[in-house]
DNA sequence: AGTTTAATTCATTTTGAATTGAACAAATTT
DNA sequence: AAATTTGTTCAATTCAAAATGAATTAAACT
């Protein structure tokens, strides 16, 4: 990815957003999140007021299709919300600030899924044992009931999660 | 990824095999974990006796580099361990069953330290909202506080959940 | 209606990570 | 000590995800 294009806003300004962009896609990094997607939110997210597409694109100097991707993504997750002014046609975006359904989403999507995918698997994997050569089976038995172990306590460590995000805010 | 290699085993072992493979796999590809990785882990898991060098390139049909690779990084973070038998040149390894040490090691090295690099960025972000425009001051302000306070609340998650981790072994 | 401006779509390209494979090293056997 | 077997390294390849940009649609203005 390009670096920012400036255009002629005050330095400080530019060196702000930059920061705050670096954050987000730093973060995303760890989440598996593009890091055009981060990069936008970020610099809607820096921004006092609302952006348009065309200043994300000047902004981050991306290509209008990675914006339009972009915006779409984060539209869908509710991490970004258009503030239309009736009076003109550009869309503005702000960010919503409601991170936390952001993480519920996140968690959601991603942990949630392989949780209950997990679950199905392990269990197809406790009946598979039975079938196994007797010299092998506690051994075998003693694995499979590790993984119910882990699958159930991570099962139960996510509503705790969920819990504690939610206390302020 | 090739599909497993079966050779002259029942079948059932090597469904059973294939099934823990497949979830570990996917569960790898939550965190990003390399497939060949997961899948290593995953045969050697999967099967009662130790397993070879050989058999696990074998089983899963992957290249010795992939399989030297793989077992390089399974054993640096402690997944697996090595059962010389010294009759034998043959390095044999073995599941190591501690997953607990599995999860805490990928906390560290990845939450761990995007938590503490989001710290001192948002730390920066902080001193930078000083210098700017008055008028767009106070609504940055409120983001950037925004950001320190999630930063916060997650710092304080992490021992939660390696607490809730650790409880039975 | 025609022109301009704004944004989306999607086939292509780029990029970076994962995997391969061939060359190499180390230990073992004959 | 030559030949073989076992594993490592690393440059080259492959592959999938991400980004691009040109074609297209949609809306607004003349």
Chains 1, 2 share one sequence.
Do not use: C, N
Not at 36 to 53: N, Q, R, T
Not at 61 to 77: A, C, N, T
Request: glycine content about 6%.
């Amino acid at each position: 990815m390009p670096a920012l294009r400036t255009r002629e806003r005050p330095a400080e300004l530019a060196a702000f957003e930059t920061a705050v962009v670096e954050f987000f896609v730093d973060a995303a990094e760890l989440v598996g999140v593009p890091k055009s997607v981060a990069a936008i939110y970020g610099s809607i997210f820096a921004s006092a007021a609302p952006l348009s597409f065309a200043e994300i694109e000047a902004r981050l100097g991306l290509s209008k299709g990675s914006v339009s991707q972009g915006l779409k993504i984060l539209r869908e997750v509710g991490a970004v919300k258009e503030v239309s002014t009736k009076a003109d046609r550009t869309e503005l975006f702000s960010p919503d600030l409601e991170m936390r359904k952001l993480i519920e989403r996140f968690l959601e999507s991603r942990v949630q899924r392989q949780l209950s995918a997990g679950g199905d698997r392990v269990a197809d994997l406790r009946r598979r044992v039975a079938a196994m050569p007797p010299a092998e089976q506690s051994t075998l038995q003693g694995r499979v009931k590790k993984l119910e172990q882990w699958h159930s306590r991570t099962r139960a460590l996510l509503p705790l999660v969920r819990t504690f995000l939610k206390l302020g805010s």
